[in-house]
């Protein structure tokens, strides 16, 4: 139990498109996830945090505009990343929090590169 | 605001032998959770082991167990009979109970172990 899903695993996108990332629990209902961002051999830095049917609640530094997160159910959450530029290139994970066990579960990451 | 410390950027260990990564952490909460997750290569976060703080028993999982010393704030993590799947980066977490603030993750810089046969 307790599976997490990223979608795509990896995706190349050129400078000013826009990326959408989605995050689904597939045997829970999630009211809470989590994005992270990853660089090159350093820990998660969480960017976000997504609750069902409300707006998310950004870290500090992060840029609400260029990280648009929404979570419309209980088992998806989707970051996209407006107007892409190579300094978003990066490895983003999302989590989602198991309500009985106060745990979080990750799902596999989509690596993401702005030519 | 809560800190993780994980004072060993890098560890080896032996195939079939037993390995303790460190972990220290400063909260003014009295009832917290731990974590310990993995990253192996394909970089997929696992969770290893889960402790809370308020269960003076260590937590266990097969070959993995802590030593939780809640008074030093102190979250080691020992792997017994070392298996070369193990090979991935450790990283220590600590998250305040919703009840009691945020339900954020802390996590340390981690511990980059390697397996050797």
């Known amino acids: 139990g307790a599976v997490v899903s990223q979608h795509p695993s990896w995706v190349i996108c050129k400078s000013g498109t826009s990326v959408k990332i989605e995050c689904r629990s597939l045997?829970?209902?999630?009211?809470?996830m989590f994005w992270y961002r990853q660089f090159p051999k350093q820990s998660l830095m969480l960017m976000a945090t997504?609750?069902?049917?409300?707006?998310?609640?950004?870290e500090q530094g992060v840029e609400k505009d260029k990280f648009l997160i929404n979570h419309a159910s209980l088992t998806l959450s989707t970051l996209t990343v407006t107007s892409a530029h190579p300094e978003d290139s990066s490895f983003y994970i999302c989590?989602?929090?198991?309500?009985?066990?106060?745990?979080?579960?990750f799902g596999p990451g989509t690596r993401l590169t702005v030519l | 605001a809560q800190t993780v410390t994980q004072s060993q950027p890098e560890m080896s260990v032996q195939e079939a032998e037993t390995v303790t990564l460190s972990c220290t952490y400063d909260?003014?909460?009295?009832?917290?959770?731990l974590f310990w997750y993995k990253q192996p290569p394909s970089r997929q976060m696992i969770l290893v082991i889960r402790?809370?703080?308020?269960?003076?028993q260590n937590a266990t999982e097969n070959r993995f167990s802590v030593n939780f010393q809640k008074a030093a704030k102190s979250f080691s993590l020992k792997i017994s009979d070392s298996q070369l799947g193990d090979t991935a980066m450790y990283f220590c977490?600590?998250?305040?109970?919703?009840?009691?603030?945020?339900?954020?993750?802390?996590f340390g810089k981690g511990t980059k172990l390697t397996v050797n046969p």
């Open positions: 989590s989602a929090r198991v309500p009985s066990s106060d745990t979080q579960y």
């Open positions: 997504s609750n069902e049917g409300s707006k998310a609640t950004y």
């Open positions: 909260t003014s909460e009295s009832n917290y959770y």
């Open positions: 977490a600590f998250m305040d109970t919703p009840q009691g603030g945020s339900e954020k993750l802390v």
């Open positions: 402790q809370e703080a308020y269960k003076q």
């Open positions: 045997d829970f209902q999630a009211t809470t």
